[in-house]
């Protein structure tokens, strides 16, 4: 066994209780997973300034000097505080702290020297340290300096006694029993091709870097190393797949294809829309199983390009399916698609939880005997009681709201894997696809089709409410609709639920001539439905709702989106929820509400929103704020679990460990060489005890 296998629990200083919480609050459990619990920042300990020196906007700072007055200040309540001056040769400086007093006040003693480290203030003009750490200096004592690693811990593991002071002392205890357990994982030739330094001396200088250049080779090492392996594995899985995988080959684009691209296509295609078509015809024609990814913010024009694919696997004999996350998507794809396939005698159904079970049962049969051309539906696909006659094509609509292992059963629908299209609206940026969806081939629709307008985004503050009323009703006397927006936080359902239904009496009363709706998540399918049906057909004129409709049907009169409290929402959401409308010709609106008082990043996200409407400019400023782990729907893949890297700041160490891994697989793509040993021993060692999803788009 691997010595750094060994349970935590085992390593001196830790025991149970300790363990326990290295498990439950840092996911520690084994010595690898401490000697990869890396620093989050560092603290320069290489440097005294003298007390002249000191500014308040300064970083944390080190200094020496002699304490020479100690006092209790008495405050109200048990607002007490305690001072300390600390005086060098050029100056003196106040300390200060408010909790622990007595304790502190037994153990700083008057007339000695002390170390002391924190972040200088400014106070009633007068510069001050709040709650130092400090370090009683012995006469002729010499302090170890350097930079010092500062590592997360949480409240429950602190009071547990894993702060970071006793992690950091733990992992220097690894690193002493552990001389040479470090095994390199990289091959030597493109160790010294890229100017690496050693994985050994990488980890010692990340946990105890001599110096700031010594820090930033370990730092590089370890990036390079962690986003290289995530390239490989994704790119291995890819060339696994084409090499095992056959597609089926769809030889003859003929009959229906062309009968729906001359007769009865209802918009002429964009160049963008056409070369994906291409990108799947080549897929489809070369033996190779197809997994696509494509990418088109909402209302490109991805539902035809699916349609243009399924047409394909029917002009060669074989049956299509599209699965959308909710009812309402499901449904509204089974319409649109009908209207434009009517006259092409295709049999198209749709399976959805509340299809009836007469229905279900004809339903079934024609699928079996491959009379049923198309099926759309829902999860209900998955059932096992759906059995295809021959399935060529699956479409996944917002393929991150379905699971890996529910996509999986996709491919037990046959005997040989159906090719798949997997399509999102939410634009992902090239560095995160690259991370996320490395093994899928990628298009992207970057054009909207001709004759949309671009949505007009306005942002109002609370005080300016009015403004936004009078634009709301200028609308819907001109014919058109409006949605009303509330946010939705789990973490504080209950007032935001009092708030939309707030919000929904207060638009009744404020327009009495007109018709409100409401939709939230609490309410039942079939009253989702009749709400949205009745918005669809005209009969109400504005819906209040939640973010249930940020993926919903399409509305063509809908030209109005009013967002309340817009700055808690994400940037993606919010672009996402102002595509629900401008899916007509005429000028549509976006009008972010909030209050005055925001937040920098609050600002950032109102100002980009009202700026642009490219969604992957969006999706970029988006990922810069939150980082790639609140992005919707990066939780699930795994992949985004980054130790030392950054998906954001390491974009071009994340393109050369993707080159290398290409260079290498394109010269050795089964990894069978012996130089490359060392990279299929690694991957092996980060494959054990994970299922097998490398087939899943």
């Keep these: 066994m691997n010595p750094l296998d060994t349970p935590i629990a085992y390593l001196k200083g830790v025991g149970p209780k300790k363990a326990e919480l290295f498990q439950s609050e840092l996911e520690v459990f084994c010595f690898a997973d401490l000697l990869t619990y890396f620093p989050f920042r560092y603290v320069d300990r290489t440097k005294i300034y003298s007390i002249a020196e000191i500014q308040p906007d300064m970083p944390y700072v080190q200094i020496k000097g002699i304490i020479s007055k100690i006092e209790i200040m008495e405050g109200k309540g048990r607002n007490n505080r305690m001072r300390a001056i600390l005086s060098d040769d050029t100056g003196s400086i106040e300390l200060v702290w408010f909790t622990g007093i007595k304790w502190l006040k037994s153990l700083i003693k008057p007339q000695t020297e002390y170390i002391v480290f924190g972040k200088p203030t400014e106070f009633n003009r007068r510069l001050n340290i709040a709650h130092p750490e400090m370090e009683h200096l012995q006469p002729n004592e010499i302090k170890e300096m350097g930079l010092q690693p500062v590592y997360n811990s949480t409240e429950k593991a602190k009071h547990g006694g894993l702060d970071s002071k006793t992690i950091g002392k733990l992992i220097r205890e690894l690193l002493e029993q552990h001389p040479a357990a470090f095994a390199e994982t990289l091959p030597n030739e493109w160790i010294q091709k890229l100017g690496l330094i050693s994985r050994n001396q990488a980890l010692r200088h990340i946990h105890n870097p001599p110096q700031w250049n010594e820090l930033q080779k370990a730092q590089f090492r370890l990036k390079f190393e962690e986003l290289f392996y995530i390239q490989l594995k994704l790119l291995n899985q890819l060339g696994i797949r084409k090499r095992q995988n056959p597609g089926f080959i769809f030889e003859h684009i003929d009959g229906h294809f062309h009968k729906f691209y001359h007769e009865h296509l209802p918009f002429p295609l964009t160049n963008a829309q056409k070369n994906v078509i291409r990108d799947i015809r080549q897929d489809v024609r070369s033996g190779k199983q197809m997994n696509r990814l494509l990418q088109g913010d909402v209302g490109s024009g991805k539902t035809i ?82 059995v295809f006659h021959n399935l060529g094509l699956a479409v996944i609509d917002e393929q991150h709201r379905f699971g890996v292992s529910q996509r999986a059963r996709i491919w ?286």
């Design 412 to 697: 037990q629908k046959n005997k040989q894997s159906p090719h798949i299209l997997v399509m999102t609206a939410t634009p992902i940026p090239r560095t995160l696809a690259m991370t996320l969806y490395g093994d899928l081939d990628v298009s992207v629709i970057d054009e909207l089709p001709p004759g949309r307008k671009p949505i007009q985004t306005i942002h109002r503050f609370e005080i300016s409410r009015q403004k936004v009323f009078d634009l709301l009703i200028d609308e819907i006397q001109k014919g058109r609709q409006a949605y009303i927006v509330y946010p939705l936080i789990e973490e504080s359902e209950k007032v935001d639920y009092k708030n939309l239904f707030d919000g929904f009496e207060q638009i009744k009363a404020a327009f009495p001539q007109y018709q409100v709706s409401i939709l939230h998540g609490r309410m039942t399918p079939d009253a989702k439905d009749f709400e949205m049906a009745r918005f669809l057909k005209g009969e109400t004129q504005i819906m209040v709702a939640t973010t249930v409709i940020e993926v919903g049907v399409n509305v063509p009169n809908a030209s109005v989106m009013i967002i309340e409290s817009a700055e808690r929402f994400g940037l993606s959401q919010l672009h996402q929820l102002r595509g629900r409308v401008g899916r007509g010709a005429e000028q549509s609106y976006c009008i972010l509400v909030t209050p005055y008082k925001l937040s920098e990043e609050g600002r950032k996200r109102m100002e980009t929103m009202v700026r642009t409407n490219d969604g992957f400019e969006i999706a970029e400023v988006d990922l810069q704020l939150r980082g790639p782990g609140d992005m919707d729907g990066t939780r699930q893949s795994g992949l985004i679990n980054l130790k030392i890297a950054d998906i954001v700041k390491d974009q071009k160490i994340l393109s050369l460990a993707r080159n290398s891994a290409q260079l290498i697989l394109d010269n050795d793509p089964e990894l069978s060489q012996p130089q490359n040993n060392i990279l299929l021993a690694t991957l092996h060692q980060m494959n054990k005890g994970k299922s097998n999803w490398a087939n899943i788009s």
């Design 305 to 386: 390009v699916a349609l243009f694919a399924m047409l394909m696997a029917i002009d060669n004999g074989f049956q299509a399916t599209l699965l959308a996350p909710t009812e309402i998507l499901a449904t509204q794809h089974f319409h649109n698609l009908s209207d434009m396939l009517q006259g092409m005698q295709l049999n198209m159904r749709l399976l959805t939880g509340s299809t009836r079970k007469s229905e279900r049962k004809s339903l079934f049969a024609e699928l079996i005997d491959g009379s049923l051309n198309i099926l759309i539906g829902t999860h209900a696909i998955l059932e096992e009681s759906v």
